[in-house]
């Protein structure tokens, strides 16, 4: 395998047109080159970005969570599917009024 020539491994960007001209700008304002602007101007970046958390799933409450609304959602249908008499009674009533 070929020894590599740099210690940091390397990474292909596209960048537009104008942008690459621009750190070129600021690369040579700044005395560096593009690729040093371009890893302060990310390092800059990281530093002032939040650090992203884990987010933490409780998976036990929400599959209890999940199972009590599935059983209140069947409930529902049976409903819907077979009323009981004293529903029908009391829509039956509403309608009169």
């Given at each position: 395998m070929a020894e590599r020539k740099y210690k940091h491994p390397q990474v292909n960007l596209r960048l537009p047109e104008d942008l690459k001209n621009r750190i070129a700008e600021l690369a040579e304002s700044n005395g560096r080159s593009a690729n040093a602007e371009m890893v302060a101007a990310i390092e800059a970046w990281v530093k002032k970005s939040p650090k992203q958390e884990p987010v933490k799933v409780d998976v036990e409450?929400?599959?209890?969570?999940?199972?009590?609304?599935?059983?209140?959602?069947?409930?529902?249908?049976?409903?819907?599917?077979?009323?009981?008499?004293?529903?029908?009674?009391?829509?039956?009533?509403?309608?009169?009024?």
């Open positions: 409450a929400l599959t209890r969570k999940v199972e009590k609304l599935e059983s209140v959602v069947m409930q529902v249908i049976q409903e819907v599917k077979y009323p009981s008499p004293s529903s029908l009674i009391e829509d039956k009533e509403k309608k009169q009024d």
